[in-house]
């Protein structure tokens, strides 16, 4: 009852500076909105990114000529094959091509001619040359659809058209926003292929514990070449979105240091009305615990207000309306921009750190120079 | 008597509108695991993606993972990173020691 008696005071002392108590509320708020929206946006890239490339390719062979990815040999499939534990070897075509009357960079994948239809394409897979499937980002930026044309250039300066057999769901665009799928030898055709020269090669291994080794082997058979291991894969998304990453480092410490400005300031002083009530309070008979314990309730009210508001406004800035504020940081100069909707994987110990970065800091500032006042002679403090 | 109970009220509510958010997470999450995702690792599977579509602005940032570390520089000789993402990218991680493949490339 009479911690309720101390909270209701410090309420009432709240309200009585009811506007700067609102405004502090409300930029602790956006502060705490900030980080969490930083964090849950960057998990959620992370986990989506480990999830749906669980079944990625084990094993990725490219040539590396002059410090450079070059194209490789397709001999280089028969050397591969004889390394014990490795499956199936195909190579992979697929390049860059600008679209200069978009602007934009469009990623072109040759694909075998027989691949079954996917769930998220409305519309079938290229089965013959002068066919492709493309992107949402293609589509929207070309102002195309499903049966029309797809007018392109290729590496021969010549004006080839594709007919627009499939667009990707929108649900896919994390993936496949600028593809532009096409037959291999649809592909080999546009970009002027060197015959017997793939992009990479793609390696199955059956023993998930052996990929290190076959691609050691192959570096050790083929020097000229790189082999990239799924595991590596991995490595890159938990890097590009961990905390050192430069969205983390900018963003999040930005939002830092101006919660450590708003509570430096209240640390470093209180004002001379909030002595004054903390003399009075002494003279008519408070303890410095029942003071201690009024300056913990008011900054435990400031603080979980702003938090919880802050966490609230965060998720559904990120999950609901898919991160407006934080896009166009991350858009760069990419033309095409995929529009993403993220599975909402919340981590709930990036929520307690966020609490335990905010709370207990600010809590700790309303506290100390009150307790600094508190143990003053009330005398001496009303006079300032 | 009633500030606090307002303030308790208010709390407990914004404590509530939380947990539904957190609950409505959950259930997409798993609505999303049970069709989205194997749809996507299907798609990544059948095509044989590497990296996500997020930034289309330069090759190293559309595939971070097919790239060398040095890639950004490699235009000319003393050239400069010059693309904004890629300084959201963050620099790799370094490479397990038992990692032979890492010590290798």
Known sequence: MRHLKILEYALSSLLRRKYKNLSLVAVYAFTVSILASILFLTHALKREAVAVFSDAPDLIVQKVSAGRHDLIPTGYLDSIRTIAGVGDVHPRYWGYYFDAMTQSNFTFLGINENLAGLELVQGRMPAEKGECTIGQGVAQAQFTGVGDQLVLIDSRRRSISFRIVGIFDAASNLLSNDLVLMTQRGLREFFDFPSGRATDIVVEVYNPDEISTVAAKIKKMLPDTRPIAKAELFRTYDSVFNWRSGMMLTLFSAALVAFSILAWDKAAGISGDEKGEIGILKAVGWDIADILELKFWEGIVISLTALLVGLTVAFVHVFLFNAPLLTPVLKGWSVLFPTFRLTPYIDLYQVFVIALLTVTPYVACTVIPSWKAAVTDPEMVMRG | ?105
């Open chain 2, 1 to 105: 008597m009633k500030k606090h109970r307002i303030f308790l009220g208010m709390t407990l509510v914004e404590c509530l509108v939380l947990g539904l958010l957190f609950f409505y997470s959950h259930t997409v999450l798993e609505t999303n695991e049970k069709k989205l995702i194997p749809a996507k690792q299907k798609m990544v599977k059948y095509l044989e993606l590497t990296d996500l579509s997020i930034w289309t602005e330069a090759r190293y940032t559309r595939h971070p993972s097919q790239a060398d570390l040095f890639t950004p520089f490699q235009d000319f000789p003393s050239a400069f990173e010059h693309f904004p993402a890629g300084s959201i990218l963050a620099p790799g991680r370094p490479a397990d020691s038992t990692t032979t493949l890492q010590i290798r490339r």
